[in-house]
């Protein structure tokens, strides 16, 4: 049985724990997944990222692609609960990373 043949929540629970990585999207935007030493770079393979900071860099990303956001929205990207992802941001802009407009 390939990789693609197995059943969808079976995928994403691989996904999750981070043995399987997306190798492409399909036109219809359905996710292609591939063993993710096959995708990551070697570098990668045993790599470990405190939480606070890989929820930081998906912040970062989000921003990036969003532009102009509220903190809930940049967590909404990656499904971050909300409270996590305002005090990320905060730290975000605390340090000079993301700017913050007056109220």
């Known amino acids: 049985m390939g990789i693609g043949t197995l ?3 079976v995928l994403e629970a691989l996904f999750g724990r981070g043995l399987l990585a997306v190798a492409k999207r399909r036109p219809n935007s359905v996710r292609a997944f ?5 995708v990551l770079l070697p570098e990668h393979h045993r790599r470990q990222v ?7 860099e998906l912040l970062r990303l989000a921003a990036r ?11 909404d990207d990656y499904r971050m ?23």
């Open 65 to 75: 692609a969003q532009g102009l956001s509220t903190a809930g929205d940049l967590a």
């Open 7 to 9: 059943p969808r929540v």
């Open 50 to 56: 405190e939480r606070e900071e890989a929820e930081r």
């Open 81 to 103: 609960p909300v409270r996590e992802g305002r005090q990320r941001t905060a730290e975000l802009v605390g340090a000079g990373e993301l700017a913050r407009l007056p109220r």
């Open 34 to 38: 591939e063993l993710a030493e096959r």
